[in-house]
């Protein structure tokens, strides 16, 4: 008599794969207004590494020496919601006007990487911010869990002794001061800043004082 042939079924191997980190921008600022070069260099850093996304990222009252003075955080946040309309690729992260009181990015990345521990964040910077990275809060503490991206800028030395990715962008010569100037004056904003963005200006009558 023959044995009976016992039939083993197929098993369906899986690859089994590692699911990629995902990489994020952070290009912090108080973008007191929003201007056409912060949302070129935003786009173009982001893009040239590869990134998923990049997040601008208002402070709410930055560390620096020389004291800053800015509008409501609330107006900032409006145009930087305005200015980045249409590109898919920008957001905005409002940790650090959430958390309130001095923005200390060691503090910023800390909380991030709690809350989203799959992501690798990538903290972009001008080179004349680097120069001063040797005095930023905690910044060996801060080495070890961001990755910092430096955009190459005239005047500045633009190397670091510090790990820096730096990427070369267009050049824009004009910063968020000179735009509070021009509408001070009375001069014209336009192709400086989004169009949004200047309609708000002139509607809730920003920086006329």
Known sequence: MRAA????????????????RKRI?????????????????????????????????PDMIPPHVDKKDAIAAKLRVKMLQLAIQGNPFLGIELAEIQRGGVSYTYDTICELKQQHPEVDYYFIIGGDMVDYLPKWYRIRDLLKIVNFVGVRRPGATNKSDYPVIWVDVPEIDFSSSDIRQRIHDGRSIKYMVPEKVEQYIKEHQLYID
């Open 5 to 20: 042939v016992q039939t083993v079924p197929k098993v369906k191997y899986q690859r089994v794969g590692f699911k990629r």
């Open 25 to 57: 921008g952070l290009y912090g600022g108080t973008f007191n207004p929003v201007h056409n070069a912060h949302l070129l260099v935003a786009d173009q850093v982001g893009k040239a590494l590869g990134l998923d996304k990049v997040l601008m990222m």
